[in-house]
């Protein structure tokens, strides 16, 4: 089965086309899988606005889709199946890309499915190391932890289809969290990638470099709250430690005005700084969800979204599942390849295709005028 999967929630435009074949164990070829980024436009505000959001979708959509067909050397005839996001993200966004999505159907008299944004997050996992492989069989049930700029969501998957929410956060994302954490530190948006870099100085170096950075840390008292890390919920905050970025910035400028004299390079407490605040989102995500994964007796642990793209996120999940303090049995650890973690047509492809197999009327009939875009879609 050949599909094209549409995605325009937030500020990538995504287009894919994937051959799709089996039941229970699926096997998935991506075939194209074009992104147009935004980060250009979006990054002199520091976050994304969502109106100047869907123009660029707008302007991008088409070239997006010429180009993967070009790419999957697919003529629009072979496409058996659409798959679109309706939901959740930002409405103007979600608009472009559900009634471009209706139109090619439409024209090309192709069925076509809705599919949620976060279910599709989830499925990207189940692509396994490389971005040409059969997908793995689900071994469930599973926790899966999505992280992204607009979402922090501990969901309980007990079947693919089948999720139910156990925590999720009470108000800033993860991601959103290392995007104002950076605008603070002046760094540029979008923030994760830029603090992982930046964090990286550190914790990639010598260990003379290491040892510096820690004396300079406890000099300064680089120290952030983990918010709700012991509270016995698998609920979130992340408003309060962008709060205490901002403070401690404050202080550090009363304190310590020669950090901030840019002539004096001597200095540099900014990698220090970003480790802190990575380290701190970190140790909250981490903990939560393994104590999750414990409750619930999980055989599988999925990480997804933008910020599961982050190295040293991967890294300490994959260490921490072992730490006998969870006292986690041998469980399976799935997180996409990291250009399937950030917004993409491909997952939303994969998600149309495990949709329509366990309800193929989805995929059927008169479905066009049932497809609605939805800025709060719940999983
Ligand atoms: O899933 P996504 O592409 O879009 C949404 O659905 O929101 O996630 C975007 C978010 C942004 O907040 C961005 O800062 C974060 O993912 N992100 C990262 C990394 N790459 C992207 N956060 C931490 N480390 C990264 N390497
Ligand atoms: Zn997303």
């Given at each position: 089965m050949i599909i094209l999967g549409v995605e325009t929630s937030c500020y990538d435009t995504g287009v894919a086309v994937i051959k799709a074949s089996g039941k229970q164990k699926p096997a998935f070829e991506i075939l194209s899988n074009v992104v147009s980024s935004q980060i250009k436009t979006h990054a002199p505000f520091g976050g994304v606005v969502p109106n100047l959001a869907a123009r660029d979708h707008l302007k991008n959509i088409e070239p997006c889709l010429k180009t993967a067909l070009r790419e999957a050397k697919v003529e629009p005839k072979k496409i058996d199946l659409i798959a679109v996001t309706n939901g959740p993200g930002l409405i103007p966004c979600l608009l472009v890309g559900v009634n471009f999505a209706k139109a090619l159907a439409y024209a090309w008299k192709k069925p076509i499915i809705a599919v949620n944004h976060l279910e599709g997050h989830i499925i990207a996992a189940f692509n396994g190391k490389f971005s040409r492989v059969a997908g793995s069989r689900f071994a469930g049930p599973a926790v899966a932890l999505l992280v992204s700029g607009g979402h922090t969501q501990l969901v309980l998957v007990k079947n693919i289809g089948n999720y139910k929410i156990i925590g999720e956060t009470r108000d800033d994302a993860a991601g959103e969290c290392f995007d104002k954490a950076a605008k603070l530190l002046e760094l540029g948006y979008p923030g994760g990638p830029i603090i992982a870099t930046q964090a990286a100085q550190i914790l990639n170096s010598k260990s003379e470099i290491r040892n510096k950075f820690k004396i300079q840390n406890s000099k300064f008292k680089i120290k952030l709250p983990r918010p709700?890390?012991?509270?016995?919920?698998y609920d979130f905050s992340f408003s309060g430690l962008k709060t205490a970025v901002l403070y401690l910035l404050k202080d550090l400028k009363q304190k310590y005005p020669f950090l901030y004299d840019r002539t004096k390079k001597d200095i540099n407490i900014i990698p220090e700084l970003c480790c802190e605040v990575q380290q701190a989102i970190i140790d909250v995500l981490i903990n939560k969800t393994l104590c999750a994964a414990k409750e619930y007796k999980v055989k599988t642990i999925i990480l997804s979204g933008g910020v599961a793209a982050n190295e040293e996120l991967r890294k300490q999940f994959q260490k921490q599942i072992q730490n006998t303090k969870y006292q986690i049995p041998a469980t399976k650890f799935l997180v996409p390849p990291r250009n399937l973690c950030t917004d993409n047509g491909a997952m939303i492809a994969m998600a149309g295709y495990f949709a329509v197999k366990r309800d193929p009327d989805r995929g059927r009939g008169n479905s066009l005028s049932k497809i609605k875009a939805d800025a709060n879609l719940r999983i």
């Amino acid at each position: 089965m050949i599909i094209l999967g549409v995605e325009t929630s937030c500020y990538d435009t995504g287009v894919a086309v994937i051959k799709a074949s089996g039941k229970q164990k699926p096997a998935f070829e991506i075939l194209s899988n074009v992104v147009s980024s935004q980060i250009k436009t979006h990054a002199p505000f520091g976050g994304v606005v969502p109106n100047l959001a869907a123009r660029d979708h707008l302007k991008n959509i088409e070239p997006c889709l010429k180009t993967a067909l070009r790419e999957a050397k697919v003529e629009p005839k072979k496409i058996d199946l659409i798959a679109v996001t309706n939901g959740p993200g930002l409405i103007p966004c979600l608009l472009v890309g559900v009634n471009f999505a209706k139109a090619l159907a439409y024209a090309w008299k192709k069925p076509i499915i809705a599919v949620n944004h976060l279910e599709g997050h989830i499925i990207a996992a189940f692509n396994g190391k490389f971005s040409r492989v059969a997908g793995s069989r689900f071994a469930g049930p599973a926790v899966a932890l999505l992280v992204s700029g607009g979402h922090t969501q501990l969901v309980l998957v007990k079947n693919i289809g089948n999720y139910k929410i156990i925590g999720e956060t009470r108000d800033d994302a993860a991601g959103e969290c290392f995007d104002k954490a950076a605008k603070l530190l002046e760094l540029g948006y979008p923030g994760g990638p830029i603090i992982a870099t930046q964090a990286a100085q550190i914790l990639n170096s010598k260990s003379e470099i290491r040892n510096k950075f820690k004396i300079q840390n406890s000099k300064f008292k680089i120290k952030l709250p983990r918010p709700m890390i012991n509270q016995k919920n698998y609920d979130f905050s992340f408003s309060g430690l962008k709060t205490a970025v901002l403070y401690l910035l404050k202080d550090l400028k009363q304190k310590y005005p020669f950090l901030y004299d840019r002539t004096k390079k001597d200095i540099n407490i900014i990698p220090e700084l970003c480790c802190e605040v990575q380290q701190a989102i970190i140790d909250v995500l981490i903990n939560k969800t393994l104590c999750a994964a414990k409750e619930y007796k999980v055989k599988t642990i999925i990480l997804s979204g933008g910020v599961a793209a982050n190295e040293e996120l991967r890294k300490q999940f994959q260490k921490q599942i072992q730490n006998t303090k969870y006292q986690i049995p041998a469980t399976k650890f799935l997180v996409p390849p990291r250009n399937l973690c950030t917004d993409n047509g491909a997952m939303i492809a994969m998600a149309g295709y495990f949709a329509v197999k366990r309800d193929p009327d989805r995929g059927r009939g008169n479905s066009l005028s049932k497809i609605k875009a939805d800025a709060n879609l719940r999983i």
